[in-house]
């Protein structure tokens, strides 16, 4: 695995563009690495290849690209649980329904999973993590594992 | 929607402790020369634990005490506050001001008589809002003086801030209710000193946390009514109340009795403050299991290591990988949790960051058949924790504490034995 490119550092202010990345093309991520004011660095592995993004709070997202240029999943380390209507695009609804529906008798982490979509988010106060990877957008053979 | 906690909800029960006889070291020397020691008091240092359904009746394996609070400086403007979740994955403690009645707390303001507010995540993407007051808590024996604790309400004066709400503001999902909240409120006692993200992001929690800005969504003010992500003062910044005590300070030791495989109805354990600095909560056989930066520890599973593993009183179950890695079965009715035909056990090595390493089993009942008993306490609750083997932690909520001496230790206060933990420990 080789990590490729430099640091790009974009100071952008006002308004978060709306954008989404999950499920979307790979331009999507300059949208986050924007809202979080972060350094991104790309690297290239067998069959895909991420964007991480860190941010100057602490957040660190990493965003999943396909050979055919699609975000296929996303997973963050964070201090803070990270603007997930921001990185999850349309897939937000998914995760807001459940969010709502969910009961305390579960404390612990929380987990959506349809058919198309997986989502994670656990971890503890001050460190949470958590994932996201839609598997029909999964590259030939790559594992949803690589999501982490 | 009104909700009214009952004023008589029954106290947890007091241990009755006695104050112990504090070992000088040297004491065993046969020289007639007298050393008069150093006047030491020792407090009582321990209150019962009640595992049980909680205020709601819904909570399984949840952890509640009692604490009392009192207006700074007074020993009569107190109320005592009964169901409040002793969790030892967070740091500070939070009521519900309908838990306090007509006590009433000053709130804690900025340099320009803002008042400091805070917003908390939670792993379910609900969260808890509200302003930071000051006040007197007391438990057992012990004295938090002057501590800064969340207030949370229904109703509370501003809006939640958009940057807190991590879905947004439609359907965003508050734990500013008993209901929702299951308790009356929750008393961090984990490894971190203060409640304060800022000093995580920097890697060390041990020296005060004076600022808390930097974009973190955590702690803010509200001028004119619109509120914004603020550097607050060290008064406004949630402290873990262990870590303010004149004494007993180091961390806590929860207690919890066996529980049958089965389940029981309730479980009564105690929770001490202080490490190896009373009798009652000496290390004794305890292994010290450091952690790392983040409150994490590694545990082995099948060959797997798990680097972001954690113990935490603040989950009800043992939160580990998912049905399919184990060979487990998913509920039929009890989402999230395991059901399998018959109980599973399960045996992983845990690794501190100081290198201590030693063996954990467990196992897992089917939780459909558990929860028909009604009871609140089992030892073999398992639930998933989300994804297979790319899953980076196990997280071993109540079940783990059940017949064991699980001690938390706070980072940067005296760890017994000397050992290196500088951002804290677990001990059982």
Redesign the interface.
């Known amino acids: 695995m080789k990590t490729m490119l430099g640091v790009l550092l974009i100071l952008t202010l006002g308004a978060p563009p709306a954008g989404a990345v999950l499920g979307e093309y790979e331009s999507s991520v300059s949208l986050d690495q924007q809202y979080m004011?972060g350094e991104i660095r790309v690297t290239n592995a067998q069959g895909y290849k991420f964007h991480q993004i860190t941010?100057?709070?602490?957040a660190v997202v990493r965003e999943y690209v396909s050979p055919e240029g699609k975000v296929f999943g996303i997973a963050w380390k964070s201090?803070?649980?990270?603007?997930?209507?921001q990185l999850l695009g349309s897939y937000?609804t998914q995760?807001?329904?459940a969010?709502?529906s969910?009961?305390?008798?579960?404390?612990?982490?929380?987990?959506v999973r349809t058919n198309d979509f997986?989502f994670?988010?656990?971890?503890?106060?001050?460190?949470?993590?958590?994932?996201a990877y839609v598997p029909s957008l999964l590259p030939q053979n790559v594992s949803?594992?690589?999501?982490? | 929607m009104t909700l009214k906690i009952s004023p008589v909800a029954p106290l947890s029960r007091f241990l009755g402790v006695v104050a112990c006889l504090i070992l000088l070291a040297g004491c065993g020397g046969s020289s007639s020369t007298t050393v008069t020691p150093p006047p030491v008091t020792s407090a009582n240092n321990a209150v019962g634990v009640d595992v049980d359904l909680g205020p709601t009746g819904y909570f399984v394996n949840g952890i509640f005490t009692t604490v009392e609070v009192c207006a700074p400086g007074s020993t009569t403007n107190c109320t005592s506050v009964p169901d409040v979740l002793v969790d030892t994955g967070s740091s500070g403690l939070r009521l519900l001001s309908s838990a306090l009645g007509s006590l009433s707390l000053p709130s804690v303001t900025d340099s320009s008589r803002n008042d400091v507010q805070e917003c908390v995540q939670f792993i379910s993407l609900a969260y808890i809002w509200g302003p930071v007051a000051q006040a007197d808590i007391h438990m057992a024996g012990e004295t938090a003086s002057s501590a800064a604790v969340q207030i949370i309400s229904e109703s509370p004066q501003y809006n939640v801030p958009l940057s807190c709400l991590t879905l947004g503001s439609s359907g965003a999902v508050d734990y500013n209710t008993v209901q929702a909240l299951g308790a009356n409120g929750i008393l961090g006692v984990g490894n971190y000193p203060q409640d304060c993200t800022e000093c995580t992001i920097s890697g060390i929690c041990s020296s005060p946390c004076t600022s808390a800005a930097n974009g973190v969504p955590q702690y803010y003010i509200c001028p004119s009514g619109d509120c914004q992500i603020a550097s607050v003062p060290a008064t406004g910044i949630l402290s873990n109340p262990v870590a303010l005590f004149s004494q007993d300070n180091n961390g806590v030791l929860i207690s919890l009795p066996t529980v049958p495989a089965t389940g029981q109805a309730t479980a009564s354990g105690s929770l001490i403050f202080g490490i190896g600095t009373q009798s009652n909560n000496a290390l004794g056989s305890a292994q010290i299991y450091a952690t790392d930066a983040y409150a994490d520890f590694t545990t082995t599973y099948n060959g797997t290591r798990y680097s972001d593993s954690f113990i935490d009183s603040g989950s009800n179950a043992l939160y580990f990988l998912d049905a399919a890695t184990l060979g487990n079965i998913d509920c039929a009715d009890a989402a999230g949790f395991y059901c399998p035909a018959e109980t599973l056990n399960f045996t992983v090595t845990n690794t501190g960051a100081n290198g201590t390493t030693g063996q954990v089993t467990f196992s897992t009942a089917n939780a459909d058949a558990l929860f028909k008993t009604g009871f609140a306490a089992f030892n073999d609750l398992g639930g998933d924790s989300g994804t297979g083997p790319s899953s980076d932690y196990f997280d071993f909520g109540i079940p783990f504490f059940y017949g064991r001496n699980v001690f938390v230790g706070i980072a940067g206060k005296t760890v017994p034995n000397g050992a290196s933990a500088p951002y804290g420990y677990w001990a059982y």
């Open positions: 004011r941010s100057p709070n602490g201090p803070f649980i990270p603007n997930l209507q937000s995760v807001q329904q969010a709502q969910q009961t305390r008798r579960r404390g612990g982490p929380f987990v997986v994670v988010s656990g971890g503890h106060m001050q460190s949470f993590h958590g994932l949803a594992e690589v999501v982490r």
